[in-house]
């Protein structure tokens, strides 16, 4: 009962910051939504077990991605904020503030992978399965992998719409989630 009350505790911020996405089935923003409850009903899971057996091989395997993660935000966040202009305004209530940007941002860890803050969200996602991998957790960690991948693909085709060419450019020089890889 404990889980069940701690998902729920985690979820209404979730639901309250993406309530314009929940009306938008086609956006980036539904199905990024879903990809979040999927890290908090892996959170709820293994949330005692954060901190067991700290040396084992899944615990190392866990804080690395967890690392990961935090960096690709962090550094994304950067890059995001270095490259807002000063009076210039995207309207779109469906984006959050950050989301906004006016100029493409091509550098730092852009110049490798096209959305480092999706990237983040799959770090974590099986950073935290690792913190207890269990069996029947699995399916909900490959859920919110494949959602976090059909967010990024709503989200190019959001930036193609606005970019343009200039995007379908960066495209072709760009991983979409894993640096080098895919």
């Not at 269990?134 to 494949?146: D, G, Q, R």
Request: glycine share 4%; proline share 4%.
């Amino acid at each position: 009962m404990d889980k069940v009350i701690f998902f729920i505790a985690l979820s209404l911020p979730v639901i309250f910051f993406s309530e314009k996405s929940l009306f938008e089935p086609h956006s980036h923003g539904f199905t990024r939504f879903f990809s979040w409850e999927c890290i908090i009903v892996l959170f709820a899971v293994n949330y005692e077990k954060w901190f067991t057996d700290p040396l084992s091989v899944k615990q190392l395997i866990s804080w690395i991605l967890l690392i990961i993660s935090a960096w690709f935000v962090i550094e994304a966040a950067v890059r995001l904020h270095r490259a807002r202009k000063p009076g210039v305004v995207r309207v779109d209530e469906k984006l959050f503030r950050f989301e906004k940007t006016t100029e493409l941002v091509t550098t730092g860890i852009f110049k490798y992978i096209r959305h480092p803050m999706y990237s983040s969200l799959l770090c974590l996602t099986w950073g935290i399965w690792f913190k207890q991998p269990l069996w029947y957790t699995v399916p909900v960690a490959l859920l919110s992998s494949w959602l976090l991948w059909v967010t990024a693909r709503r989200d190019e085709n959001e930036c193609l719409s606005y970019f343009g060419e200039k995007y379908s450019e960066y495209m072709r020089g760009t991983k979409r989630l894993i640096p080098f890889i895919m």
